[in-house]
């Protein structure tokens, strides 16, 4: 399994890239928000990536964050979902953007995406809107972040600990990826459960994006207590 690629910038076409890798050249897809997000040509570029095997052909997508990759992971898993509409859901919402609409059960959201009707975006948020919880604490445990490279004299790639540019127009710029981690963390260790949890912080976040971890979980609590 080819898990990731780090190379440089070969060529870009509409919806993929050629990443030359020490003389061999990978060809990537990527969503529409990843590509805006990826250097120009001869630029130095890595990349999360999932090998989608068929009978009759072989299929690198590109993502630049691992809960990218892990939406894309989900979606596949959706009946009625293939790599193309994965991608276009990816690429319309971005991965915060999936997983706020997936968790606040918003499936107008997901069908806003090029190819996707209300059936199939429904069908989307119901069967993972209890996944949601577990990606949200993914990117607070670093999920959300990619390594930069530079490129030493002999034209060998080098990671570095450095976030890598993010994607363009971000859903909750401000927030703070471990603060929602570990309000996740308290609400389901308070026996709420994981779908629920998740759908409060989303909302909560969506409120009120600079949030520290105490706040974000008061916040969360109001919108679970009972109404009446």
Wanted: aromatic share 4%; no cysteine.
């Amino acid at each position: 399994m080819i898990g990731r690629i780090a190379g440089r910038i070969d060529y870009r076409a509409e919806d993929h890239v050629l990443i030359d890798v020490k003389g061999v050249g990978y060809l990537v897809y990527v969503s529409d928000r990843t590509m805006s997000a990826l250097p120009g040509n001869g630029e130095a570029v890595a990349l999360y990536t999932d090998l989608l095997v068929r009978e009759d052909n072989l299929q690198l997508f590109g993502f630049t964050s691992l809960v990218e990759k892990e939406w894309h992971r989900l979606l596949m898993s959706v009946q009625g979902v293939g790599a193309k509409a994965s991608m276009a859901i990816l690429g319309t919402l971005g991965a915060d953007g999936v997983s706020r609409a997936i968790a606040l059960g918003d499936w107008n959201a997901v069908k806003a995406a090029k190819g996707i009707g209300p059936k199939t975006g429904q069908r989307v948020v119901n069967e993972l809107k209890d996944k949601a919880a577990s990606v949200m604490a993914l990117a607070g445990a670093g999920g959300s972040t990619s390594a930069a490279l530079v490129v030493d004299a002999d034209d060998a790639v080098i990671e570095v600990a450095t976030p890598a540019p993010a994607p363009t127009v971000p859903d909750t710029p401000n927030a703070d990826p471990a603060a929602q981690a570990e309000a996740l963390s308290a609400l389901t260790n308070l026996g709420y459960a994981p779908g629920e949890a998740a759908s409060a912080v989303a909302q909560a976040l969506g409120d009120e994006p600079t949030l520290n971890t105490a706040g974000l979980i008061r916040a969360a609590l109001k919108l679970l207590a009972p109404k009446g």
